[in-house]
């Protein structure tokens, strides 16, 4: 999921970090009190998430957890998983400095499109049509990161349909644990504390 | 009933190795070759996978290929560091450098200069050190030029073993150091408590201070 250094053309990598600036700019103001400590706990989750690998065949993939980020933070997903990401690369070489912009992007742009697609959903319903909605809000943004990847790659010379269908598929199991994780954590969430989406969303500074 | 659901899953996950999947690899001498490996950090060797070598400005000095267990050999020719740069798709790329240092040590070796001799390694006409009978080739890689040479250059120094033994125990360490070598790069790839740990304080850190700031703004607002 992490693009790793050298793998991109430097058009990319600056657009990546180009774009992945502004959207952090744009959920850092999105980034209000109340969210602050939800926005931690996510990064912290997002951080660990991608230790806990799912092997397939030769390969495995991890878990990325970012469209539970999107579905509480909205836009400060972006700072959120910012941290995260900049972590992991220090800390464990996952990705790289260089393509911190393009990672981003990949991973808390999808955050922002399941936030807008799911709010209605979670906003009102019972717990177990919110755990619907995130369920596939989950899978959803795995789906789009993997599309982001694909396209990064694509633009960067390798040819787009076997890279992102590679990338795509690779990522199907991580879409299904995702969507029953994210369902389960926003079905808990709903029971326990329902007011925590009202309250994210919450008054505007 | 949910509850036990996700705890039974956070439990069922939590004993998978934690392995990072990154692309690791490196080079190092062997007689007039270099040779090195590339694979995934899980311990996957990366099979067939082309290898192009570029000089530090990015010319492209040749290619090569890996085998089966990932390993690639690839004769220097020009004694300039050396770039190899592997692309194993969906984003994962190797790429390690031998020093210049490192690849005219390789040039400088009895080998290579008794491949030169035969003709193997053209281009290194200013390395071919003709006077030199006590030198013997320690390559094994290319067996015709390799007998070629035997057959040319004098058996003089060596006193014990012979040259022939010689190189059985190099290559004898060489087999005996490489999972060893790969064991260190996977020892090096690991991601301890410590640094989950690190990490997860660093980010409690960062959104305190994060909380302190918009707290305080709040608080003058």
């Known amino acids: 999921m992490h693009i790793v250094d050298g793998a991109l053309a430097a058009p990319v990598v600056i657009g990546g970090a180009v774009l992945a600036v502004g959207g952090v700019a744009r959920g850092l103001r999105d980034l209000t009190l109340e969210k602050i400590p939800a926005a931690g706990m996510l990064s912290a989750s997002f951080f660990v998430a991608s230790l806990i690998h799912v092997p397939i065949g030769p390969s495995s993939v991890h878990l990325i957890l970012n469209g539970l980020a999107g579905l509480v933070l909205g836009w400060a997903a972006f700072p959120a998983l910012f ?105 808990l969430a709903a029971q326990v504390k329902p007011d925590l989406f009202a309250t994210v969303q919450g008054p505007q500074r | 009933m949910i509850r036990p659901l996700a705890l039974t899953l956070a439990l069922a996950m939590a004993p998978l190795p934690a392995l990072a999947h990154k692309v690791i690899g490196g080079a190092y001498a062997d007689g007039a070759l270099i040779e090195g490996e590339i694979g995934f950090s899980n311990g996957d060797m990366a099979a067939d996978a082309l290898v192009e070598v570029f000089d530090p400005a990015g010319t492209r000095l040749g290619e090569t290929r890996t085998d089966g267990d990932g390993i690639f050999t690839y004769r220097p020719t020009a004694a300039v560091a050396h770039v190899f740069r592997a692309d194993l798709g969906a984003g994962h790329v190797a790429e390690f450098t031998l020093s210049a240092d490192e690849v005219a040590a390789i040039l400088d070796s009895p080998a290579a200069r008794a491949a030169a001799e035969t003709g193997a390694a053209p281009g290194t006409g200013d390395e071919t050190g003709a006077g030199n009978p006590s030198t013997f080739p320690l390559d094994r890689a290319p067996a015709g030029a390799a007998s070629g040479a035997l057959a040319a250059v004098p058996l003089v120094a060596a006193p014990g073993l012979s040259d022939t033994d010689k190189a059985e125990i190099a290559r004898i360490v060489r087999d005996e150091m490489r999972p060893l070598r790969r064991e260190i790069a996977a020892y090096r790839e690991r991601n301890d408590l410590q640094s989950i740990l690190g990490g997860i304080g660093y980010i409690a850190g960062l959104f305190g201070l994060g909380f302190y700031i918009a707290a305080r703004r709040r608080l003058k607002g």
């Open chain 1, 83 to 187: 941290v995260g990401l900049l972590l992991q690369a220090v800390f464990f070489g996952f990705g790289g400095l260089t393509v911190l912009g393009v990672n981003t992007l990949n991973i808390a742009l999808p955050a922002v499109i399941v936030h807008y697609l799911c709010r209605r959903g979670l906003a009102r319903g019972t717990p177990r049509i919110a755990a619907l909605w995130a369920g596939m809000g989950g899978a959803l943004a795995i789906a789009l990161t993997a599309l982001g990847v694909g396209l990064a790659l694509a633009l960067s010379g390798e040819a787009f349909l076997p890279a992102a269908r590679l990338v795509f598929l690779a990522h199907i199991p991580v879409m299904a644990v995702e969507g029953l994780l994210t369902a389960a954590a926003v079905y």
